[in-house]
């Protein structure tokens, strides 16, 4: 699969195994790709972030990423949404974190095992590895970029679509500047 990667696309898989290993986590899951997509500086998905104004709040998103992954996936909609119905998520990770431990929610499985040399894709990492794919051949690209990475972050529920969205990134807007984008440089 990765053979038709572009070299910024293979750095996004790599700068998020990089982001598991600085958050301890055993896996490369969703947040951690959202994250390595938030350090690319040239690249199609840089510009179009940068041009959503993710870029200047890349620690708001982290943030939000963290607070998701503290709540066990449980989204900042998804947390409104229960507190309408007299559901406190903060309270129940509150409780759940005194009994068990700060993170408890967020703990992948793995603790204790040491560091490890490789860290496995989550399914949900996996599938928008394969999104991406059928989303550049479905756009006529031959060969997969990070912009592809972003549009497949943003056309599924997730932790980095709601974090996305939360920001003002969703699969239209990203659309509509790839595009424009693809249209001067045919100009």
Do not use: C, W
């Not at 938030?38 to 939000?64: C, K």
């Amino acid at each position: 699969m990765f053979e038709k990667f572009t070299a910024g696309a293979r750095a996004v898989v790599r700068g998020a195994a990089e982001q598991a290993d600085r958050t301890g986590n055993g896996t490369i899951g969703e947040p951690e790709l959202l994250l390595a997509l938030l350090e690319r500086t040239e690249s199609p998905a840089a510009g179009v972030l940068a041009a959503l104004g993710v870029h200047e709040r890349r620690a708001s998103v982290a943030d939000a990423l963290a607070a998701v992954r503290r709540r066990g996936g449980v989204s900042t909609a998804d947390a409104a949404a229960l507190a309408g119905l007299g559901i406190d998520i903060d309270a129940i990770v509150a409780r759940v974190e005194e009994a068990h431990g700060v993170g408890a929610l967020a703990a992948d499985g793995t603790a204790g095992r040491g560091k490890r040399l490789r860290r496995p894709f989550t399914a949900e990492a996996k599938a928008v590895l394969e999104r991406a794919l059928r989303i550049a051949a479905g756009r006529g690209e031959r060969h997969l970029g990070d912009e592809h990475l972003l549009l497949a972050l943003t056309t599924r529920p997730g932790p980095a679509a709601a974090v996305l969205a939360d920001h003002g990134v969703t699969y239209d807007a990203v659309v509509r500047l790839l595009d424009k984008t693809r249209g001067r440089q045919a100009s």
